[in-house]
């Protein structure tokens, strides 16, 4: 296991390399630069332009622009952004970041959770008219032009019932006189969440080990859900900021909404058709034979191993939905990094454009080896060898 973690690392090392360089020929051999938007202002003097170009370094040779990109790079330096100048493009990033992840890890996890749960049922009542009926509506939404089916929610919810916002991500007056910035709510959101969350399987796994009787754990885990959820409520009462968390809580109900109709469709038909493949196995068969109850074979034996394929779909989901972020922000103008990409290639700031899509990308390839550990640490029926998996 150690062996194969490290090569796959390896691996995605050199294609993180490739993948960063190829980012960058394929923006910096566009045509055009930053100047074209003042070359045609008799107001900007030549002089000025060719200062310009000098200041970011673009009249310096290809190749040389690219090792010095490279180096900047992994120094932990992407540049400085045109549009925003002097703001370096690691600030840009960072300021929108906790913004997208806030919005998509919320909307993944709450599909998968979803799909999981809807996906098992299903393939258990195979052959029903709740299995025919889901089936269906799931695999129109699967399908739908996610644009069109953002802008029809929008239609309904925002224009028509007002029930939430048109576009942003708060509500600029409440804001003004706000103790702390977004960014500041944002952060802390996401640290309640991983903290929640760590706490919580923490004390399943112990009271999955305490607590044998079916009943009395399930009892005790809706009881310790129940506090959890309490306490975290209490805390961001009290805490002078609860407000603001609300209100972009209320702006993410929409993008919330409209995501998670799409993202739980299709993990529900793969945690349907993983489950119906698993049902045909052998050990479920004397499983029922030996007379355990149905939703232990279920939950215990079949779930389990069906899981495995949702498992990695989850995680590359989390890194992907990043890379969609670019419709959904626009559509519904939340300042992430979706948007800033669209707009920084528009802006043909370059620097910004290159610092995003790379930034993305890596996301990706980490994604990618972590599901392939994941998938390798969920299954002990998979070995890794030497020339092969």
Same mark, same amino acid.
Request: no cysteine; net charge positive; proline share 4%.
């Given at each position: 296991?150690?062996? %194969? ?7 995605? !090392? ?10 960058? #020929? ?42 010095? %990109? ?11 952004? =045109?549009?925003?100048?002097?703001? &370096? ?39 029903? =008219?709740?299995? %025919? ?11 739908? #032009?996610?644009? /069109? /089916? ?6 309904? =919810? ?10 942003? #991500?708060?509500? &600029? ?12 709510? =944002?952060?802390?959101?996401?640290? *309640? ?6 706490? %919580?399987?923490?004390? /399943? ?17 809706? !009881? ?8 975290? !409520? ?51 068969? *004397? ?21 495995? &394929? ?23 103008? /939340? @300042? ?14 370059? @620097? ?38």
């Amino acid at each position: 296991m150690l062996r %194969y973690s490290a090569i796959r690392f390896v691996q995605i !090392v050199v294609i993180m390399l490739l993948y960063t360089s190829i980012v960058w #020929f394929i923006f910096y051999a566009m045509p055009g630069d930053v100047t074209n938007k003042f070359v045609g202002n008799p107001k900007i003097k030549p002089e000025a332009i060719k200062q310009m170009k000098d200041m970011f370094g673009l009249n310096q040779p290809l190749y040389k622009r690219y090792l010095m %990109y490279m180096r900047d790079l992994y120094t932990g330096h992407m540049g400085v952004s =045109f549009s925003y100048y002097p703001r &370096p493009v690691w600030s840009i990033i960072a300021e929108r970041l906790p913004r997208t992840v806030t919005l998509f890890l919320t909307i993944v996890l709450v599909e998968y959770a979803l799909g999981f749960y809807l996906g098992k049922l299903i393939a258990w009542r195979r052959g029903s =008219f709740i299995d %025919y009926a889901a089936t269906v509506v799931g695999i129109n939404l699967w399908t739908v #032009f996610t644009p /069109w /089916w953002a802008l029809l929610l929008i239609w309904a =919810f925002s224009y028509m019932l007002g029930w939430f916002p048109l576009a942003q #991500f708060l509500t &600029p007056l409440k804001w003004l006189s706000a103790p702390h910035d977004s960014n500041y709510v =944002f952060i802390r959101m996401l640290a *309640t969440f991983f903290g929640v969350t760590i706490g %919580y399987a923490t004390i /399943w796994t112990v009271l999955r080990r305490v607590i044998h009787n079916q009943r009395a754990r399930r009892l005790v885990n809706w !009881v310790v859900a129940a506090a959890i959820l309490a306490i975290t !409520v209490i805390v961001w009462a009290r805490s002078g900021i609860g407000s603001y968390a609300l209100d972009i809580m209320w702006h993410m109900g929409l993008p919330f909404i409209t995501l998670v109709s799409i993202g739980f469709a299709g993990a529900m038909l793969v945690m349907r058709d993983s489950m119906l493949d698993t049902i045909k196995e052998d050990y479920i068969t *004397t499983a029922r034979a030996k007379g355990l109850p149905d939703n232990i074979v279920r939950d215990h034996h079949a779930a389990r191993t069906a899981l495995l &394929p949702l498992v990695t779909g989850f995680v590359l989901a989390i890194a992907f939905s990043l890379d969609g972020a670019v419709i959904t922000e626009t559509i519904f103008s /939340w @300042p992430g990094i979706g948007l800033t990409l669209l707009q920084a290639i528009s802006s043909e700031d370059y @620097p910004l454009a290159v610092g995003a899509y790379t930034f993305l990308g890596v996301i990706a390839l980490l994604a990618h080896y972590f599901a392939d550990i994941s998938y390798a640490a969920l299954d002990p029926r998979i070995s890794y060898h030497r020339g092969g998996s």
